[in-house]
């Protein structure tokens, strides 16, 4: 709240010093935009970016932790799923490959 209150009153100050400038005799529109631009809008976007580095902090793992419990639940969905179909998990319901022993030679130690 009082981060709000200070860039608003800095942007206040330098939308001042940009109305002295535009009103100055020898002072031109376009220095006073680049017043308003240099000295409040970089300022305050600078400012706000570093102090709202823990709220995107905090609502990254608040996102994080959300997408880890949905991936958790269609986890255990599944797993409930296979539990009740008979079917071992990451089988596919097909049996497993034990005749495949002619093709392959058994490993042997040295004599």
């Not at 009103?23 to 409040?40: K, M, P, Q, R, S």
């Amino acid at each position: 709240m009082v981060l709000i209150l200070v860039v608003i009153a800095w942007l206040y100050v330098t939308l001042m010093m940009a109305v002295a400038e535009a009103t100055a005799i020898n002072g031109t529109v376009l220095g006073a935009l680049i017043t308003f631009v240099v000295y409040g809008l970089i300022p305050m976007g600078i400012i706000l970016y570093i102090f709202g580095t823990p709220a995107r902090k905090r609502a990254r793992k608040a996102r994080e932790a959300l997408a880890e419990r949905e991936w958790q639940a269609t986890q255990d969905t599944k797993a409930k799923a296979a539990e009740a179909s008979g079917v071992e998990p990451g089988g596919h319901g097909e049996a497993a490959t034990a005749a495949e022993t002619a093709l392959i030679a058994p490993v042997r130690k040295e004599p």
